[in-house]
């Protein structure tokens, strides 16, 4: 292949550390990659400054009890292959090679946490996974439903298709998904049929992004520059030839390569409040409509029901989907459910603010009263610490939740293999848009989707065969 230079604008490290193993293993398949005011000159102060209608929420006394459903969430159910299968299947074991001739450069956007991985947004997110053959259509109809319909089919396709290798991947990784034995469990989350979610205690996220990174900084052929900012591509004959960045000393890079990645997370910097961390502020986008790359859905902007409440401004505390998923339940003032809890999250934050405007509060309240105690402890362990440090012991009372800006659905445009309308220009994870989520995401296809496509970029960048072929979903190829 010769010497090959990329560069990854990451800040975060899920699409991008999978991105970054999968472009140095040339041996393996496929591979990686991780809401509605305006997106407009915001973004400038970042550079500046170094329904296809969905079901309605159910009168309280329709409201259906998801007590039953949890106990097979809990137990979880076997996978396509065991853990251990995966474990000791080929390849896997060890999946990075270190090869010498492949010089990448990775330039994370704004900082890294001292431990060595950015908890970014990602933090509580979990994975989806097609559990075996028969999900295939119910999966598929999920994140259709949940995006109002108006996703593009072939990415949901492909998604869909390729989770049970990328979750082989990750594990060959090191990522420890909880599992029973041989068996991986799965838990359920809002807009979910049944139960699919893998994870790893409630911080699936840093497990990943903590993975991924631990294996980059084996590679000797891979720089990572931190407290780094792109400022602006370099545009060489209408195509992408890499970036000009500031320093954290002030210095300008110039950094040419043949192929540039785009992974530079969400808009959550642009909210007052958010699950977001305020470094993440579309700096890709401002720099795409710039130089006139394609842009889609701006206005996608998702909104999660339940984070902790707050009279202090800035990032709030993700209560995840799946405490909802394992049973715990919304009341307005009197203690009353008024919406059923796992319907999406765009239903769900849509209920729980006309709730608040009807009772006149600043939030409504989460129990989780109906999960035992060792579920609590075991799969939600940060999630009680932290309302612990907030005054809350979940174990014995209610918390207050409100909605807070979560993902943006929108992004750089990008076709199946996350290529962008300028040649030699990829997007991958949250600040690209290829389709999967519509209008709305299904609670965790997000870290689903940018490894998956994310794995697709860092194939075609290497002139490899996608294993997993998009599917043509136009009318004239039904007919």
Not at 235 to 245: E, K, L, P, R, T
Not at 348 to 375: C, N, R
Request: one cysteine or more; aromatic letters at 8%.
């Amino acid at each position: 292949m010769g010497i090959k230079e990329v560069i990854i604008f990451a800040a975060g490290f899920v699409a991008g550390g999978l991105v970054v193993n999968k472009l140095v293993e040339k041996k393996y398949e496929d591979i990686s990659n991780q809401e509605i005011e305006s997106v407009k000159e915001v973004y400038h102060k970042k550079l500046e400054e170094a329904e296809k209608p969905q079901e309605e929420a159910p009168d309280n006394n329709d409201i259906p009890d998801e007590a039953a459903e949890t106990e097979q969430t809990r137990k979880g159910t076997s996978a396509m292959r065991t853990y251990s299968d995966i474990i000791k299947s080929n390849n896997y074991s060890s999946p990075v090679t270190n090869e010498p001739d492949l010089p990448y450069v990775i330039t994370p956007e704004a900082y890294m946490e001292p431990n060595g991985y950015d908890k970014l947004a990602c933090n509580y997110y979990n994975n989806d996974v097609l559990t075996d053959e028969n999900d295939y259509d119910n999966y598929f109809e999920d994140t259709m439903k949940a995006g109002h319909y108006e996703n593009r089919k072939e990415s949901v396709d492909i998604m869909i298709r390729s989770s049970q290798e990328i979750i082989h991947d990750l594990i060959g990784y090191g990522v420890d998904f909880a599992h029973d034995g041989d068996k991986l469990l799965y838990t359920r989350e809002g807009a979910h049929s049944r139960p699919r979610i893998l994870f790893h205690e409630d911080i699936t996220g840093q497990e990943i992004t903590s993975k991924l990174l631990a294996q980059v900084k084996k590679l000797p052929n891979v720089t990572i520059y931190e407290y780094t900012t792109m400022t602006d591509i370099i545009v060489q004959d209408g195509h992408c030839a890499g970036i000009i960045a500031k320093t954290k000393d002030g210095g300008i890079m110039h950094i040419r390569a043949e192929d540039t990645i785009f992974a530079s997370g969400g808009i959550g910097g642009c909210y007052k409040h958010s699950t977001n961390f305020p470094h993440l502020t579309g700096d890709a986008l401002d720099i795409s409509k710039k130089h006139g790359i394609r842009l889609e859905h701006l206005d996608y902007v998702q909104i999660h029901p339940t984070t902790l409440y707050s009279k202090e401004p800035g990032r709030r505390f993700l209560i995840s989907e799946s405490v909802r998923g394992e049973g715990a339940v919304l009341y307005n003032k009197n203690g009353e459910r008024f919406v059923n809890e796992l319907l999406p999250r765009d239903v769900v934050t849509k209920a729980i603010k006309a709730q608040m405007e009807k009772d006149g509060t600043s939030h409504v309240w989460l129990s989780m009263e109906h999960i035992d105690k060792e579920t609590i402890l075991n799969h939600f362990p940060n999630i009680y610490q932290r309302c612990l440090e907030e005054g809350y012991d979940v174990l014995k009372e209610w918390i207050p939740v409100v909605p807070a800006q979560h993902y943006f659905m929108g992004g750089i445009w990008v076709d199946s293999d996350s290529k962008t309308s300028m040649d030699h220009l990829y997007a991958v994870g949250e600040t690209s848009c290829n389709g999967v989520h519509g209008a709305n995401r299904l609670a965790s296809n997000s870290l689903l989707e940018s490894l998956v496509f994310a794995k697709r970029a860092a194939r075609k960048i290497c002139g490899l065969e996608q294993t997993v072929k998009p599917v043509d979903f136009s009318e004239s190829a039904a007919v």
